[in-house]
């Protein structure tokens, strides 16, 4: 008789979803966090006076929470606040330009029109077939387990179109774009999604571009900071009686015969269950906590064989007045070539770019919560390595970093804001490893692209150990909220049919 019929490790997104379900359908399910909160990178925190989100700013695919909740038999709204972003983003050219794209797309049109007149047509196209690989790319493949090869054909074999649109799978995002726009500017607005993946416009599959679309479909903010995704569900998992324990790192998971039959924590303490699910990094999991000793030499191999995903630097910042911007998200614009060379001349070469990838996000434009009265949050998120060349590392150049940034604001994009800060927190890729045992910082786990995604990444059923799943970015949909969130809707759905 075991202690638990589940234990999860980890209480990000995946872990979370994966446990309410279980709890609502009467498994006995124990999470175990090794930090103090729920959430992962979907936190927020309090730093003086303000609430900040340590990672994501806003979601996509709010319909996937509507799915969680209904399988819980409760409403989102009763949860979760969302307010709907609108324009979805703006833009800051160096020449001090400004345009933005609302989230109706008739407005869009008429943004790209004044963009680039010869590319109205190219943004009719890219509507009408955006709409449908939407259904396709995302919303099909959300809830399709990706278990076999079999599984991949009937996916095809259920979505017709996919064949006719197969070359997006296989061209870079890069080329995708040409396909679809002439105009440099316009290119230059839509690469940023890329980084979505985790990857430069050279790299990352060219379905991607399509992000650019689902867009338009909604993009949301929760109420009171992005944290209050995880609480949400956490709430809805504690009302069904899932227990959850904070400060408890597992160190071990325990395995019988290549069955999971519990876990060690770092307290010494032993607890049995039927089912592990695991919440963290695939290849820490595998090779660390369940240990090479213990598993087939192919899933060793497999393990070693993926690199860990980017990492995501989030400078956090209390300003006094609002420094002039109009959206939740305003894109410091780049090139494509700036894009791409982030990747392969900086961060690859372990030195961080001043160009190629700038979000700032200002979520007290919708939410005047997370601020004292007047005052402002503002996140400057970027790409950079996490190793870095010329024997620097991450805690040396905190100071040096954040007056980078602040430069790049300031001398590039001419936004007045040293004056305005009155508070600061930098998350460094070291930051991340430390606050939540993410190796390397990686934020999306493991890397995606084409060989690792799919069938090709960790899948959420281990083949190696029975009984072991797999949810959150580095298994099957990969990193983003409402990606890891479905993967814990698919495991559990899973382990019902499968285990209990
Ligand atoms: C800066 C940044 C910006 C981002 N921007 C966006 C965005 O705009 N939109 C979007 O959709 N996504 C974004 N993401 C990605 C998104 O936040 C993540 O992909 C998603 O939240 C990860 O969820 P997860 O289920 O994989 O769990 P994680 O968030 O990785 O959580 C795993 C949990 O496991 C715990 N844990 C780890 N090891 C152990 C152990 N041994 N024992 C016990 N507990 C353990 C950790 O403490 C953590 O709480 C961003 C992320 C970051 C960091």
Known sequence: MSDY???????????????????????????????????????????????FDIGPSVVEFKWVWDILFEKLGRKTADYIDFIEIDPIYSFITSDGKRFSYPADLTKTRKTIETLSPDDVKGWDKFVRIGSGMSEIFFKSSMFTPMMTLRDMMIFGI???????????????????????????????????????????PALCPGYAVFLCYTDHEGVHYPKGGMGSIPKGIEKAYREEDGEIRFGERVIKIITDKNRAAGIRTASGKEITSRVVISNIN????????????????????????????????????????????????????????DMNSAWFDYCL????????????????????????????????????????????????????????????????????????????????????????????????????DNASSMIFRPRIRSGAIKNLYLVGSSTHLGGGTPTTTASGILAADMILREVF
């Open 282 to 337: 695939a290849k820490t999991c595998y090779l660390d906590l369940i240990g090479r000793d213990y598993l087939p030499r192919w899933a060793v191999k497999a393990m070693e064989s993926y690199e860990y995903s980017f990492a995501n630097p989030n400078l956090m910042l209390g300003l006094k007045d609002q420094i002039g911007l109009d959206a939740h998200h305003t894109v410091c614009h780049s090139t494509i070539e």
């Open 158 to 200: 259920k979505n017709p179109l996919l064949s006719l649109k197969l070359k997006y799978v296989f061209i870079n995002f890069e080329s995708a774009l040409k396909g679809f726009f002439k105009s440099e500017a316009v290119r230059a607005s839509m690469g940023m999604h890329a980084y979505y993946l985790g990857l430069p």
């Open 349 to 448: 070469k372990g030195k961080i770019p001043s160009r190629g990838f700038l979000l700032l996000s200002c979520p007290t434009i919708e939410d005047h919560s997370l601020a004292p009265e007047n005052h402002h949050c503002l996140n400057i998120v970027t790409v950079a390595p996490y190793r870095l060349s010329g024997g620097k590392d991450w805690d040396s150049i905190r100071e040096e970093y954040i007056e980078s940034r602040i430069d790049i604001v300031e001398k590039e994009f001419h936004l007045n804001l040293r004056e305005n800060i009155v508070a600061a927190k930098l998350n460094t890729p070291k930051d991340f490893e430390r606050m939540l045992l993410q190796p390397e910082g990686a934020i999306f786990g493991i890397q995606f």
């Open 5 to 51: 019929d589940a234990i999860i490790i980890g209480a990000g997104l995946g872990g979370l979803a994966c446990g309410a379900i279980l709890a609502r359908s009467g498994v006995k399910t124990l999470i175990l966090e090794q930090s103090g909160n729920t959430g992962g990178c979907c936190s927020s925190i309090q730093h003086d006076g303000f609430t």
